[in-house]
């Protein structure tokens, strides 16, 4: 199956695409953010969202290794369930290949996930692995 995939913005910071095939967005960490520029980075993501009626997205952070203690209970206290808000109710993150980041991926999965029983969000080693699994919810 061919891929498209339009990019809608692309900043140094991160970028933003849409997969068409599967009809959600793609959202690139390309260089490590914290506190307010994360938070600010994450309501862009939201609105791309909610403009578009995505219920699915993926998040890369294969060029970042972890974040911030807050700014990972920010998404969980007020991001997952501002998405929840507007129909968004799986997300798939792919993170770098290391065993920290894989572990930081693995504690942020369980801890957007725990935040409400419609709302999943897993972790994957590729893109390829991530788009799988959206595509089977």
């Given at each position: 199956?061919?891929?498209?995939?339009?990019?809608?913005?692309?900043?140094?910071?991160y970028?933003?695409e849409?997969?068409?095939?599967?009809?959600?967005?793609?959202?690139?960490?390309?260089e490590y953010a914290?506190?307010e520029?994360?938070?600010?980075?994450?309501k862009?993501w939201?609105?791309?969202?909610?403009?578009?009626?995505?219920?699915?997205?993926?998040?890369n952070?294969?060029?970042?290794t972890?974040?911030?203690?807050?700014?990972k209970?920010?998404l969980?206290?007020?991001?997952?369930?501002?998405?929840?808000?507007?129909?968004v109710?799986r997300?798939?993150?792919?993170?770098?290949?290391?065993?920290i980041?894989?572990m930081?991926?693995?504690?942020?999965?369980?801890?957007?996930?725990a935040?409400?029983?419609?709302y999943e969000?897993?972790?994957?080693?590729?893109?390829?692995?991530?788009?799988?699994?959206?595509?089977?919810?």
């Amino acid at each position: 199956m061919a891929q498209t995939m339009t990019v809608l913005e692309d900043e140094d910071a991160y970028t933003i695409e849409w997969d068409e095939d599967l009809d959600v967005p793609v959202f690139t960490w390309d260089e490590y953010a914290a506190g307010e520029t994360f938070r600010k980075v994450a309501k862009k993501w939201e609105a791309v969202m909610e403009q578009r009626g995505a219920e699915k997205y993926i998040v890369n952070t294969e060029s970042v290794t972890a974040h911030e203690d807050e700014d990972k209970r920010w998404l969980a206290e007020t991001w997952v369930p501002d998405l929840i808000d507007i129909g968004v109710r799986r997300g798939a993150g792919v993170y770098a290949d290391s065993a920290i980041a894989s572990m930081e991926m693995e504690e942020v999965e369980e801890s957007m996930s725990a935040v409400h029983p419609d709302y999943e969000f897993r972790v994957f080693a590729s893109d390829e692995e991530a788009k799988a699994w959206l595509r089977d919810q």
